[in-house]
């Protein structure tokens, strides 16, 4: 095959997946880049556990840490939509791969899987999220990042700061304000905005949301 003929390829490949994206958001599908949930907010890399029916209709837990990749959510019109035995769809279908050890290694039977989350979902469709991590962004040994469980309460406490440190970039705040946004003492929260990677000093006592550089 000639370049040519490939750079069509992939060029036609392009215009078809707008099309059948831009055909979507008139039907009243939606891209979200996250999911907020009564049990925490799903982005992108973060880890969550999941359980869905056995064979009675009881949920049970599965062992295990899933992956959130992205999500569709349906349009009103689709919520619900009977498919007999396995049930109806729920507000969202969510693209995730797992299942994965806490550490981030991938169990034997690791794979990408659909799920169907939120109001809406019944019978063997149906999928509960019941626990989503909260930690720093890591990468395991093979590169894959997640956004993995924290040890301990304290770095919980960090790992959720540092979340809305990301969502106020360019914003400033004084040392006080920052210590009564994270809960820490303010001699803690000195200490760590001297290492801290998502704090740019701008002046004494006044720091900005931002990744850190010399000023």
């Excluded at 659909?114 to 720093?136: F, H, N, P, Q």
């Excluded at 001699?187 to 850190?212: D, P, R, V």
């Amino acid at each position: 095959m000639n370049k040519q003929y490939l750079q069509e390829a992939a060029d036609n490949h392009r215009v078809q997946n707008a099309i059948l994206y831009a055909q979507a958001l008139e039907d009243g599908y939606e891209f979200p880049g996250e999911i907020v949930l009564p049990v925490g907010t799903l982005v992108p890399g973060r880890l969550f556990q999941l359980s869905k029916p056995d064979v009675d209709g009881n949920h049970v837990r599965e062992l295990g840490w899933y992956r959130f990749e992205s999500a569709v959510k349906q349009p009103p019109s689709r919520v619900g939509t009977k498919y007999g035995y396995w049930g109806t769809i729920g507000t969202y279908i969510i693209c995730a791969y797992g299942p994965y050890n806490k550490n981030g290694s991938p169990k034997g039977h690791c794979r990408q899987i659909d799920l169907s989350v939120g109001e809406g979902a019944s019978g063997r469709c149906e999928t509960r999220i019941w626990k989503i991590a909260k930690g720093r962004e890591t990468a395991n040994s093979k590169g894959v990042k997640f956004v993995k469980v924290a040890e301990n309460g304290r770095a919980e406490k960090y790992a959720d700061f540092e979340e809305w440190a990301t969502s106020h970039e360019g914003e400033q705040f004084s040392t006080q304000e920052l210590s009564e946004k994270s809960g820490f003492s303010s001699q803690t929260m000195l200490k760590y905005l001297k290492t801290s990677a998502h704090f740019t000093k701008i002046k004494s006592g006044l720091y900005e949301c931002g990744k850190n550089q010399t000023v």
